[in-house]
Nanobody, 119 residues
Framework: QVQLQESGPGLVKPSQTLSLTCTVS??????????WNWIRQPPGKGLEWMGA???????LYIPSLRSRTSASRDTSKNQLTLQLSSVTPEDTAVYFC???????????WGQGAHVTVSS
């Protein structure tokens, strides 16, 4: 059974770059057909899909965040990374990684990483 676990800094200052890692166990991130999605939920708001990296390494991003977002992977460590630059307090959220067969198909989730952007 695949398991996903996010890790992040917890607190980031405005204008800095947020870097999150999703460590995957029980299945290779290169397994054919899977999309590895990054999703966030700001306090009191709904889920927002941010972007994804596919099993082949292709990346896709929501247009509103494309200029600030970069998804990557380390196949040797079976890890995914999301970087979000120039953060503001509006980027405060719980950040999740989720596996599925598409950009809106989320079959397995990590527990989420709480990130607060504050000076």
């Amino acid at each position: 059974q695949v398991q996903l676990q996010e890790s992040g800094p917890g607190l980031v200052k405005p204008s800095q770059t947020l870097s999150l890692t999703c460590t995957v166990s029980g299945g290779a991130i290169t397994t054919n057909g899977y999309y590895w999605n990054w999703i966030r939920q700001p306090p009191g708001k709904g889920l927002e899909w941010m972007g994804a990296i596919t099993y082949s390494g292709s990346t896709l991003y929501i247009p509103s965040l494309r200029s600030r977002t970069s998804a990557s992977r380390d196949t040797s460590k079976n890890q995914l990374t999301l970087q979000l630059s120039s953060v503001t307090p509006e980027d405060t959220a719980v950040y999740f990684c989720a596996r599925g067969y598409g950009l809106s198909d989320y079959r397995e989730w990590g527990q989420g990483a709480h990130v607060t952007v504050s000076s």
